[in-house]
């Protein structure tokens, strides 16, 4: 069985950081892409960024320039890292990943971290 953990969320004033991390434990033999989406009151589920198992990173325009997203290969996890926050990142965040059990090759979420931008 696989988990997808996140943690790093919370309430924060516009122009301020967070750093949300996923880890993913179970029986796991590869990991390829991972991500985080969000949604937001009343939205859709889009995504934010996303980084391949080499490192090659995409972003959502409206993010470009204040999030950065990570990952450590040895550790199963990615990060990222949200800097000059706005009320409009205000969302839950999810982390996904593509990744091969031995058994198929499956998309898996984490439970979801909530980010609120608010003064």
């Known amino acids: 069985q696989v988990q997808l953990v996140e943690s790093g969320g919370g309430l924060v004033q516009p122009g301020g950081s967070l750093r949300l991390s996923c880890a993913a434990s179970?029986?796991?033999?590869?990991?390829?892409?991972m991500g985080w989406y969000r949604q937001g009151p009343g939205a859709q589920r889009e995504l934010v960024a996303a980084?391949?198992?080499?490192?090659?990173?995409n972003y959502l325009d409206s993010v470009k320039g204040r999030f950065t997203i990570s990952r450590d290969n040895a550790k199963n996890t990615v990060y990222l890292q949200l800097n000059t926050l706005k009320p409009e990142d205000t969302a839950v965040y999810y982390c996904?990943?593509?990744?091969?059990?031995?058994?198929?090759?499956?998309?898996?979420w984490g439970q979801g971290t909530q980010v609120t931008v608010s003064s």
């Open positions: 980084i391949t198992s080499g490192g090659v990173t």
């Open positions: 179970g029986r796991i033999f590869r990991i390829y892409a």
């Open positions: 996904n990943a593509d990744l091969y059990t031995g058994v198929g090759r499956i998309d898996y």
